[in-house]
């Protein structure tokens, strides 16, 4: 009985498509991760300023820092 021909054509093809299917799999996974650590490191300075007044007034509520600290780092924070 003669071999089939197309079965290693059927295995070439079967291989190809898992390569490309990893391949596609991997390029998702580093553009996920890519966009994720774009989105982390662009935090607008908007909400790095409100974050550092936000730590000042904890700061000031626990009497870490004194009416007249909290005062002069507002508003260089204010001004900045």
């Known amino acids: 009985m003669p071999m089939m ?3 290693g054509w059927i295995a070439a093809w079967w291989l190809a ?5 990893v391949g596609l799999l991997a390029f998702l996974v580093v553009a996920l991760v890519a966009a994720i ?9 908007e ?4 974050r550092a007044l936000t730590i000042l007034r904890e700061r ?3 009497g870490e ?3 007249e ?3 002069a ?5 204010s001004s900045g």
């Not at 650590?37 to 300075?45: D, H, M």
């Not at 909400?47 to 409100?50: E, I, L, M, N, T």
């Open 47 to 50: 909400r790095a300023q409100d």
């Open 37 to 45: 650590r774009w989105l982390w490191t662009n935090v607008p300075a």
């Open 73 to 77: 780092r507002r508003r260089d924070l």
């Open 17 to 21: 498509s898992l390569l490309v299917g």
């Open 65 to 67: 820092i004194d009416r």
């Open 69 to 71: 600290e909290f005062e």
């Open 60 to 62: 000031y509520a626990r």
């Open 5 to 7: 021909p197309m079965a």
